[in-house]
């Protein structure tokens, strides 16, 4: 099954480096490099728009995704390789990575309509690794050294302190952990500095500070809420393009049109507010059945207390995720019954909170705090000052 899936990805067989130069070769890249957007286009020059969009295999790019992809990932590469390597590379130490400082003119639909370098900044490094394509590749750490790599090439790292099977060594982002985001990839940089300034200083590396929640109620009024909770449940609408044809007649304009100020607004609305959690204090709860009568989604039940599938066949709404646990309450004042929300229907319209005459049910923003070198080392400070 893994050797059909490797076929599928790589047609014709994985990138194999060649590590040895050779001058010729170069000059025949830069040759081949040279001819690449005259072929592209002489190849590409009869096919129609439905041929635009069809894929080698299932599940992979389209040819338009393609020639995107070679353009941004080919540009990134040579612009990068050249300042790294040429520019500032004098007595033949790297001694940082240059930036081109870019400034857009914006027409007044808010698109970019041009650009502009104007000035440049080094930020100085030791070594610089170019992440610009969709594979992890490690060709370059020899696999006898210690780092211990699994099925898809990855180095094995752990997710608490982002080290890897040899010693003092830290992986982050997609290089860690196969294709991610930017977010995990800050994240993992937050964790690895954690981790590294812990190996300095010889301290156990998962001895470290937990992650915390900040809960904040968002009611303003009775009827006020300090974000939008007209949940609108419309279908997802597509990001409108620039036509395929007009597209290749003209390669430097910019695709994805946006969406008009409404368009905006109504996909803003589909937001579920997935930050804003529902609270419920069971003390307060009188029993009115109010908030369940308002529920659009029938997410709310009072009912008796139980094991967890008998109570799943008594719910206003059927509970058939079972991957979802249910809010069960503390038992309410009144009857000992419990509150029971099924979090997988709840679309966060606060309705539930509006409705309740004593407040039992609130709006919460909930932040998510990960703690960073700088909390950890005011959290050392603290602690060296309680310890004198
Ligand atoms: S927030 Fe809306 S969907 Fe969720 S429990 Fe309350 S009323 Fe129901
Ligand atoms: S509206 Fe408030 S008081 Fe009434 S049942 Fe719901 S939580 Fe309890």
Redesign the pocket.
Known sequence: MEENIENLQFPIGKYKPNLEFDFSRTVKDMDTLGSFAEMLKESIKDLDESDFKKTYRKGGMNIAQIIHHWCDTHTYAFLRTKHTILEHNPNGKLQGMLFEEIEYQIDEKGAIEGSEVIGEKLIECDDVILAIGQDNAFPWIERDIGIEFDKWDCPVVDELTMMCSLDGVFFGGDAAFGPKNIIWAVAHGHEAAISIHKYCEEENLKDRLPPGMNLTSQKMGIHEWSYSNDYDGSERRLMPHVDLKKRFKQLNIEVELGFTLDQTVKEVERCLNCDIQTV?AAN?????????D?CPVDC?T?TENGDEEDLRTRLTAPAENLDEDLYVSAE?PQTGRV?IKDEDLCVHCGL?AE???????DMQKSTILLPKAKDEAESRELQKVSNS
Do not use: H, S, Y
């Open positions: 419920f307060l709860c009188i029993e009115c059945d109010a908030c369940i308002v709310l009072i309410l509150m539930c409705r309740c005459p004593t407040g039992a049910w």
